[in-house]
């Protein structure tokens, strides 16, 4: 099955430092992937969507200057948190669609999650 | 707005059976999924309904019906290690993904 990875799988950093978190589509090719953030006990809450070799595409209240996201390859992308807050401390997810097997479902595959904790 | 209702935490025992309600309001409407979610890990998928009717997999069901704007999940012979949050999500005309609140399964012995 389609597999997704994050790195790192969790991360402590400093208040007004910048954090890159990674994720790879490992045995598909990934023309969309999406960044999603989770607080405790709360649902999915979609950032942004990633296409591949074009801008992001931001939900509405994401601030793109803060939330950077580079989807570089078909098989890369990444979300650089910028100017850390501890507010910023949550659970991140990225998924990626496999459209590659001609699947109708729009199935998203998600990686494992990174968690964040901004001291 | 797009909305979508599931309750948020439901307990049942373990061997029985469970079904999780999912109503939703979107705009457009390409097909229906479950996901489950432990603490602190990712979803996983369940579960893909676009047309009317009872999709079965195992010990988990999933029913969809369009012209009522509902789901259910149905879980049965429940293990503990079901315990877990169930995510009802649509995509809608876009091919965007709306995501419930989740609904909180807890099982007890």
């Known amino acids: 099955g389609a597999v997704v990875s994050q790195h790192p799988s969790w991360v402590i950093c400093k208040s007004g430092t910048s954090v890159k978190i990674e994720c790879r589509s490992l045995?598909?090719?990934?023309?969309?992937m999406f960044w999603y953030r989770q607080f405790p006990k709360q649902s999915l809450m979609l950032m942004a969507t990633s296409n591949e070799g074009s801008k992001a595409t931001y939900e509405q209240g994401v601030e793109k200057d803060k939330f950077l996201i580079n989807h570089a390859s078909l098989t890369l992308s990444t979300l650089t948190v910028t100017s850390a807050h501890p507010e910023d401390s949550s659970f991140y997810i990225c998924?990626?669609?496999?459209?590659?097997?001609?699947?109708?479902?729009?199935?998203?595959?998600f990686g494992p999650g990174t968690r964040l904790t901004v001291t | 707005g797009q909305n979508i209702d599931q309750p948020t935490e439901m307990t049942a025992t373990e061997g029985a059976i469970v079904q999780i309600n999912c109503t939703y309001q979107?705009?457009?409407?390409?097909?229906l999924f479950w996901y489950q979610q432990h603490a602190g890990e990712a979803p996983t998928f369940l579960s893909y309904?676009?047309l009317d009717g009872l999709e079965e997999k195992g010990r988990f069901s999933s029913f969809l019906s369009r012209s009522k704007g509902y789901s259910y999940l149905l879980l049965k012979e429940l293990q503990m290690k079901d315990s877990a949050s169930y995510l009802c999500a649509v995509l809608d005309s876009n091919y965007q993904l709306i995501w419930g609140a989740g609904t909180k399964l807890i099982i007890k012995p």
């Open positions: 979107t705009s457009g409407f390409n097909g």
């Open positions: 998924s990626a669609r496999d459209l590659s097997s001609g699947s109708d479902i729009y199935e998203q595959y």
């Open positions: 309904n676009v």
């Open positions: 045995d598909f090719q990934a023309t969309t």
